[in-house]
C-alpha cells in the first residue's frame, strides 16, 4: 500500500486558530476532489482503502477533523460541534480550490456535509437576493462546489438509542499496557462495524490509539464527548430541523449508503431521505450495522462507481 501526502491547513473558531492535518492521495493538481471525512472518534485514514481505490481518477482527501488524529485540540471543548466543522471543511475546500469536488461523510462526516450543504444553499440565495451594495459592485464568487454526495449510515434523523450508545464510550478514559489490548476494546466497541479480518481490525486501531507514556490512549481529545452533555430534546430537535432543510436543499446526486444492522439510520428514515429529495438513491449492506467501513470490496465497489459515473 502507498503511503498518502501530509498537511495542514489552518482554521479560525471563536477562541483562536488550530491546525486541521489532513492526508491525501492522488495527483496533487488533479481538479476533481473527493473529500472524505470520517466518525465522531475515527480519523481521515479510516478511508485508506477507499481511497487507493479512488486515486487513479481523482485527489482524495481525508482529513482529521479538529480534536481528532493530527488535528489539534480545541481550548473550549463546548466548539466541538458540526458547525465548527462545517466551517473547518469551507477553509480546506478554499484551500484545496477544486473544479469538482465529492463528498463521501461516514455519521458524523455525513452531518458536517449535510451542514456544508446548508451553507451553500445559504449563498446561492445570497446571490440571487444580492444588496443594492453587492448589485452595484458584485464580487467574484468564492467556488466552493459540490458535486456529488456520499451519506454513509447517516442522515438528518438519528436515532436517540444510537446517542445513548455512543455517549456509553465517547469520553470514556481508558488506557491498555499494549496495542493488542487496544485492538480488542475496539473490536469491542465498534463490533457494529460487521466482519473483519485480524488484520483490519489492526488498521482500525492504529490510527485511533496513540502510544503516550508507555500506554495506549485514545487519539483524540476527549472533550468531543462535552456537547454531549448539553444536548436536550428541545435542541436535538431543532437541529435535525435544520439538517432536514440542508439535506432538501441538495442539488447533487446523493448516495444514502446503510447497514443492515445499523441502530443509527432507521429504514424509515432512508425512506424519507428517499422521498425528500429526488436526487438520492440508495444502497444497504448486509451484516453491518453502524457504520460500514468501506474496507471490503462491495462496499468500496458502490462508492467508486457512484463517483466515477458521470
Known amino acids: 500500500m502507498s503511503s498518502p501526502r501530509l498537511n495542514v491547513v489552518t482554521c479560525s473558531s471563536p477562541v483562536g486558530v488550530h491546525r486541521m492535518a489532513y492526508h491525501e492521495w492522488g495527483a496533487p493538481d488533479n481538479p476533481d476532489v473527493v473529500l472524505c471525512v470520517h466518525g465522531l472518534t475515527r480519523t481521515g485514514r479510516d478511508f485508506d482503502d477507499l481511497a487507493q481505490a479512488l486515486a487513479a481518477d481523482f485527489r482524495v482527501v481525508c482529513p482529521d477533523v479538529v480534536g481528532r488524529g493530527l488535528s489539534d485540540r480545541l481550548a473550549n ?48 440565495f445570497a446571490r440571487q437576493h444580492p444588496t443594492p451594495a453587492q448589485a452595484h459592485q458584485p464580487l467574484p464568487d468564492a467556488h466552493l462546489p459540490l458535486d456529488k454526495i456520499v451519506l454513509n449510515d447517516v442522515g438528518p434523523h438519528i436515532e436517540a438509542s444510537s446517542i445513548e450508545r455512543i455517549a456509553q464510550y465517547v469520553g470514556e478514559p ?32 492504529r490510527h485511533t490509539f496513540i502510544e503516550r507514556d508507555g500506554k495506549w490512549v485514545k487519539h483524540y481529545d476527549l472533550g ?78 458502490a462508492v467508486v462507481d457512484f463517483l466515477r459515473v458521470g
Not at 86 to 92: I, K, N
Open 224 to 301: 468531543i464527548a462535552v456537547p454531549f452533555g448539553a444536548m436536550n430534546q428541545d435542541l436535538a430537535q431543532q437541529g435535525e430541523a435544520v439538517l432536514w432543510a440542508a439535506y432538501a436543499s441538495i442539488v447533487a446526486p446523493i448516495l444514502i449508503v446503510r447497514g443492515q444492522e445499523s441502530d443509527l439510520l432507521s429504514t424509515v428514515t432512508v425512506g424519507q431521505m428517499l422521498a425528500r429529495n429526488p436526487r438520492a438513491r440508495s444502497v444497504e449492506f448486509a451484516g453491518v450495522g453502524h457504520a460500514p467501513t468501506f474496507m471490503v470490496p462491495d462496499q468500496i465497489a
Open 77 to 124: 471543548p463546548a466548539l466541538y460541534a458540526v458547525p465548527q466543522y462545517a466551517s473547518d471543511m469551507v477553509t480546506l475546500v478554499a484551500r484545496l480550490n477544486p473544479a469538482r469536488l465529492s463528498w463521501v461523510g461516514t455519521s458524523l462526516g455525513g452531518l458536517i456535509g449535510l451542514a456544508y450543504s446548508g451553507l451553500l444553499a445559504q449563498a446561492r
Open 174 to 205: 481508558v488506557a491498555f499496557s499494549t496495542f493488542d489490548e487496544a485492538v480488542i476494546y475496539v473490536r469491542e466497541v465498534s463490533a457494529s462495524f460487521g466482519p473483519h479480518t485480524d488484520a483490519q481490525w489492526r488498521e482500525l486501531t
